[in-house]
């Protein structure tokens, strides 16, 4: 065969390869497919494929035409072990096709009897390999020949290099696949873990809810949740075999002395993989997991404040998924540190809210009692001296005046008691703002549109709103008529409180706006729950408050 022949054969060659090679996306069936089709190809008797990943753990991953010694007990002898070639192209010294003069598994299928090689005793190695990645070696072989032509091992570099390629394409597919998987489920997991802390107090056990969503939505077998308390290193919940567990178990930060520049409080997004397996190992030791085969960590982050704990997720196989998963990864941790720092925020509203609202009851009890019962004891001094000056009808207009003052101390102290404990909601909101206007001695009338339970947060936002409104319409509004409107709607609840009084002055709206402690409180209250206070009013033409606050909706 003349150089442009063998030229033009080896562009076939490449050529029917490639197609082969594109026909694919599964890597298993893509290389036992190839192999058998550059056997035909080049007239070669025999090959086989190792894949090895980066610790230099190998994997026999196809092969054709062996002969019986190296087929035997379903190519046992090709599935473990060590060899020449394995060997050099974990130190790095095989960069290019080269021929092998010895076999090792050749010699020991001759040697132990497992079959006949068929003439087999050399063949050519050459790494696969696309760009500066690497995956493995393609070994082919021919009886009796014991050496390849440079143009032989040229042509098998450049087949090797497609494969390479293909492997690279098909991992890259597999790992844009997984990350969309991945990312998709990461909406489900910050959806369910919202309704999960909306319903949970307890610190250990948002923990484990957080720690038991991983294990039910992801495919991670196993997961660990710790934080970093003073000089401790805590274990706040661990994920495996199906369970999740809260373990008491901590120790000194010094102890752990394989994160090197103390690491876990760095804010960086990611945690080196060896510190993730150290981790794990320390676990394992412990008795709280498995031992994994990798593991991938980052830090807990929330913006502004830092790592405040580690998320760990161990796997049980020794793939690349880990390089894959970590931007998931990364991203879930911060998702669980933004849901903590938000469950903190939240708390942290609460007990202002609570401050500001003993605060507001503290004015009041000032403003509105304290000043009656001071005014009430003091005539009760000045009535004891009427007693033994005979005048009848001064001390009668003093006892009037001592009932009067009670009747109005007792009313403000049982609309502050109502304040602080909502009762009446038994029967409902509107019921119970209408019992709670008729103890105002308005006449309240109630309109409801719509049928739904209310969560527990925001039937108690519209209770307080409703309750401030209808005390300043019996206090301000100049009327005791008063309608009450009820909206519920799918994606939102309404509350309207209106009164067919005087009306506020636009200056007097401006001051209102400013100083008002009820209308704060009361959009506060709205605000704090997503949602809108709006107040319309003209003089003369009455007011109408509005509460509208938005509703989770659940498909």
């Known amino acids: 065969m003349d150089q442009r022949d063998l030229h033009i054969q080896e562009l076939t060659t490449l050529k029917t390869i490639a197609e082969t090679l594109n026909e694919y996306n599964d890597l298993n069936a893509m290389l036992h497919v190839v192999l058998e089709k550059l056997l035909e190809l080049t007239g070669l008797a025999a090959g086989w494929l190792f894949l090895v990943d980066e610790r230099g753990t190998y994997e026999f991953a196809a092969g054709s035409r062996l002969p019986p010694g190296l087929s035997y007990n379903d190519a046992q002898p090709m599935r473990c072990g060590d060899c020449w070639c394995l060997n050099r192209y974990k130190d790095g010294r095989l960069k290019n096709a080269v021929n092998i003069m010895n076999c090792k598994r050749i010699e020991n299928a001759e040697r132990y009897a497992w079959g006949d090689t068929c003439g087999i005793t050399h063949h050519a190695t050459v790494p696969l390999r696309s760009g500066n990645r690497r995956f493995g070696l393609l070994n082919v072989a021919s009886p009796g020949k014991i050496r390849f032509e440079e143009t032989e091992l040229e042509l098998l570099q450049s087949i090797a290099l497609q494969i390479g390629s293909a492997i690279e394409r098909m991992r890259l597919y597999a790992a844009e696949q997984r990350r969309a998987a991945l990312f998709a489920k990461l909406g489900e997991y910050g959806s369910a873990l919202g309704a999960a802390t909306a319903q949970e107090e307890d610190r250990a056990e948002l923990f484990k809810h957080a720690l038991s969503l991983v294990g039910r939505l992801f495919d991670w077998p196993y997961a660990a949740l710790f934080e970093p308390i003073g000089g401790e290193l805590v274990v706040r919940a661990v994920y495996a075999e199906g369970q999740t567990m809260i373990p008491q178990l901590q120790t000194p930060m010094d102890d752990i002395d394989w994160f090197e520049d103390n690491s876990i409080h760095r804010e ?186 209310l969560p527990r947060e925001v039937e108690e936002a519209l209770w307080r709103i409703g309750q401030e409104a209808l005390n300043n319409a019996s206090k301000h509004s100049g009327t005791s008529d008063v309608d009450v409107i009820l909206i519920l709607r799918r994606e939102e609840a309404i509350l309207r409180v209106i009164d067919h009084g005087i009306g506020i002055t636009n200056k007097r709206l401006a001051e209102l706006k400013r100083h008002s402690i009820g209308l704060s409180s009361m959009r506060e209250r709205a605000e704090s729950l997503g949602g809108r206070l709006t107040l319309q009013t003209a003089y003369r033409k009455g007011t109408t408050i509005e509460a509208a606050i938005p509703l989770a909706v659940s498909d």
């Not at 404040?305 to 970590?326: K, P, V």
Request: net charge neutral.
């Open 268 to 453: 960086t997004a990611s945690i080196r993989r060896e510190e993730a397996e150290k981790l794990a190992v320390w676990l394992e030791r412990h008795g709280l997991m498995p031992r994994a085969a990798k593991a991938a960590a980052a830090p807990v982050t929330c913006p502004g404040r830092g790592s405040s704990g580690i998320l760990l997720i161990g796997y049980d196989t020794e793939d690349d998924r880990y390089r894959t998963d970590a931007e998931a990864i990364e991203s879930l941790a911060g998702h669980i540190g933004l849901t903590f720092e938000r469950i903190r925020l939240e708390r942290n509203r609460r007990e202002i809210a609570r401050m500001e609202e003993r605060n507001r009851l503290a004015r009041d009890l000032h403003d509105s009692v304290s000043q009656t019962l001071f005014s009430l004891a003091m005539m009760s001094k000045g009535t004891s001296s009427l007693l033994s000056t005979g005048k009848d009808d001064l001390l009668s207009e003093s006892l009037q005046d001592m009932q009067t003052l009670s009747q109005s101390a007792l009313k403000e102290m049982r609309e502050l008691i109502m304040q602080l404990r909502p009762a009446g909601l038994e029967a409902g909101l509107a019921t119970g703002l209408k019992q709670y206007g008729e103890r105002l001695k308005l006449n309240v009338q109630t309109k409801v549109n719509g049928v739904m339970e």
